[in-house]
C-alpha cells in the first residue's frame, strides 16, 4: 500500500530559525513528489513538483529536495506569513493520478 | 496560475437535506477532476475522481449512491451529498489538472459543510 508519513506534525520556530519538515513514502512507482501549502479554511496552494531523486527546487524562503525515500522542505529564515499546514503528496505510476497526501506539519513561526 | 472555483464556501443544512456543491476550472479545460475530504486537523483524503463524459471512480469505503458525482463539462464537476446527516459535516476540496498543462493538481478554495 502506498504511504506517506510527515514530521514533525507540528513545529514552532522563532522569526528567523531554520529547519526542515519530512516526508518518507513508500510507493510502487514514483511519478512525482508534491509539495502544498494549506491556510486554515482554504485550499492547498501548489509549492514544488520533484520527480526524480537529487532535484532540488527553490521558492524565496523554501528549497525542497527529494531522495529515493523522502523529501525534505527547507525553511530559512522563517517569517510569520510562513506560518501554516505544508502537506506533501506522491503521485504514482500506477493509480489514474491521483495524488496521495501525508497528514501535514502544522508550521508556526512567532514573532 | 490556473484558478479552480468551488461554490459554496460555507453550508450549514438541516438533517435528511441533499447539498451541491460546484467546482468549476476557470481557465482550462479538465477532463479529470478529483473530490476531498477533510476533517480537522487532518488530511486530505480522496473520496472520488470524477471523469468528464463518464462515471465517477470512487475509492474504497466511500458511497456512491450518497455522494453523487456529475461531470458534464470540461471545465464543470459537482458533488452532491444526498439526505445529509451529521457525520457528513466535513471540508470537501475539489482539485483539477489542466488537460493541456503539467502533472500538478490545482485546488478550490474547499466547501465548510455542517450538517444539523
Known amino acids: 500500500e502506498d504511504q506517506v508519513t510527515q514530521s514533525p506534525e507540528a513545529l514552532r520556530l522563532q522569526e528567523g530559525e531554520s529547519s526542515s519538515l519530512n516526508c518518507s513514502y513508500t510507493?510502487?512507482?514514483?511519478?512525482?513528489l508534491f509539495w502544498y501549502r494549506q491556510d486554515p479554511g482554504k485550499g492547498p496552494e501548489f509549492l514544488f513538483t520533484l520527480y526524480s531523486a537529487g532535484e532540488e527546487k527553490e521558492k524565496e524562503r523554501l528549497k525542497a529536495t527529494l531522495t529515493k525515500k523522502e523529501s525534505f522542505l527547507h525553511i530559512t529564515a522563517p517569517k510569520p506569513e510562513d506560518s501554516a499546514t505544508y502537506l506533501c503528496?506522491?503521485?504514482?505510476?500506477?493509480?489514474?493520478?491521483?495524488?496521495?497526501f501525508g497528514q501535514g506539519t502544522r508550521l508556526t513561526i512567532n514573532p | 496560475g490556473a484558478v479552480v472555483s468551488q461554490h459554496p464556501s460555507r453550508v450549514i443544512c438541516k438533517s435528511g437535506t441533499s447539498v451541491k456543491i460546484e467546482c468549476r476550472s476557470l481557465d482550462f479545460q479538465a477532463t479529470t477532476m478529483f473530490w476531498y475530504r477533510q476533517f480537522p486537523k487532518q488530511s486530505l483524503m480522496l473520496m472520488a475522481t470524477?471523469?468528464?463524459?463518464?462515471?465517477?471512480?470512487?475509492e474504497q469505503g466511500v458511497e456512491k449512491d450518497k455522494f453523487l458525482i456529475n461531470h458534464a463539462s470540461l471545465t464543470l464537476s459537482t458533488l452532491t451529498v444526498t439526505s445529509a446527516h451529521p457525520e457528513d459535516s466535513s471540508f470537501y476540496i475539489c482539485s483539477a489538472r489542466d488537460t493541456g498543462g503539467d502533472e500538478k493538481l490545482f485546488f478550490g478554495s474547499g466547501t465548510q459543510l455542517s450538517v444539523l
Open positions: 503528496a506522491v503521485q504514482v505510476i500506477q493509480g489514474a493520478q491521483k495524488l496521495v
Open positions: 470524477s471523469n468528464e463524459g463518464s462515471k465517477a471512480t470512487y
Open positions: 510507493v510502487s512507482g514514483l511519478r512525482g
